[in-house]
């Protein structure tokens, strides 16, 4: 799916301070929160999120990246999600990230994969080796604790399930350190969002 001709009027231009974003129910965010409260130094900046795109379009262009997603996003099914384990990223200075996997996380990627169809220059959750691995982040860790970390996590966690009914995009104000805000909700197919 392309959306060359679909994208008219939004600028190929992305912006650090808008991202494509799924996001858990506020009422079971207590325990991801109790971890980032000790280890995430962006918990102020960004609600407990697994990202799809970002940086993504620039903010005057979300109102039309919503309508531009929207038709695709409603139909894609709603799913089920379960957070249960831990994974890391390293990273090149010397620390890691910390993540919750979401399953199952083939959905996320299909849900990634057509977003990605329509807005192609929104590509950089998708540069890694890797390619894009669906991760919800908990927090920084140095990279030599990163391992015994996730599996001390592990060991406590109990697994987090919900039905992911909708995509955001999020945003912040562009010359400030204010945190984001969800601007557009984009429903899936089944939900009641």
């Known amino acids: 799916m392309t959306g060359d001709g ?6 190929h231009r992305k912006a650090p301070y808008t991202a ?6 506020e009422g079971i965010w207590e325990p991801i929160q109790a971890i980032r409260r000790r280890h995430d130094p962006h918990i102020v900046r960004w609600m407990p999120h697994i990202t799809l795109l970002y940086p993504f379009v620039e903010a005057a262009a979300l ?12 139909t894609f099914p709603s799913f089920g999600v379960r957070l249960s384990s831990f994974g890391y990223f390293v ?10 996997r979401p399953d199952p996380s083939d959905l996320v ?12 220059w929104c590509d950089d959750t998708s540069r890694f080796a890797g390619g894009f691995t669906p991760h ?3 927090g920084r860790w140095p990279e030599s604790e990163a391992r015994q970390a996730a599996a001390k996590l592990h060991e406590f966690w109990k697994p987090i399930d919900w039905q992911m009914e909708s995509i955001c995009l999020i945003a912040r ?11 557009h909700v984009l429903a899936l197919a089944g939900s009641d969002a």
Do not use: N
Request: charged share 20%; glycine share 6%.
């Open 6 to 11: 679909d994208t008219k009027g939004i600028s």
């Open 63 to 74: 109102p039309r990246a919503a309508e531009v997603l929207r038709p695709a996003v409603g």
């Open 109 to 120: 990627v299909k849900l990634h994969s057509r977003l990605l169809g329509l807005l192609s």
């Open 136 to 138: 919800l982040s908990v």
């Open 173 to 183: 104000p562009e010359s400030d350190d204010q945190p984001f805000a969800v601007h």
């Open 91 to 100: 990273h090149s200075r010397g620390s890691a990230t910390i993540w919750l």
């Open 20 to 25: 494509a974003v799924l996001i858990p129910p």
